[in-house]
């Protein structure tokens, strides 16, 4: 499978949400909503864990529908924030301190592309 990147360096196609979405896995999904209800501290439904990636035109998990990173990359019309002059801006801060791994994608990204 190709890999894809979210607009922020998460991986797609990594991702439970992203993955129990193309396999309509409901088990996937409860433990999924389970899991991240508890780690983020809110409510999350097994029928709101569905996703077809970032920046892809299909449903997305609510957090990633209104990610000021994915909009940001969007109106700007880039894959991800590696290709930004702007890059590393305040909007990655936090999701860097809480996924140190989506900054290791995109800084390698970026030395691919240097
Ligand atoms: S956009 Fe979807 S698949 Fe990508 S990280 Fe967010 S929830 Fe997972
Ligand atoms: S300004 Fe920040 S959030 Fe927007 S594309 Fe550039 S690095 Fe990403």
Known sequence: MNE???ACGLIC????????????????????????STIYG?????????????????????HCKFCEIRKCCEIKGLPNCAHCPEY?????YELFQHVPK????????ISNIK
């Open 4 to 6: 894809i990147i979210a």
């Open 42 to 62: 809110s409510d999350i439904a097994t029928e709101d864990i569905n996703c077809l990636g970032c920046l892809t035109d299909g449903i997305k998990f609510s």
């Open 102 to 109: 989506a900054k290791i994608v995109l800084d390698s990204i």
């Open 13 to 36: 196609s990594e991702c439970n949400a992203y993955k129990a979405t193309i396999n309509d896995d409901m088990n996937l999904r409860e433990k999924t909503a389970e899991f991240w």
């Open 88 to 92: 590393s801006c305040d909007k990655l």
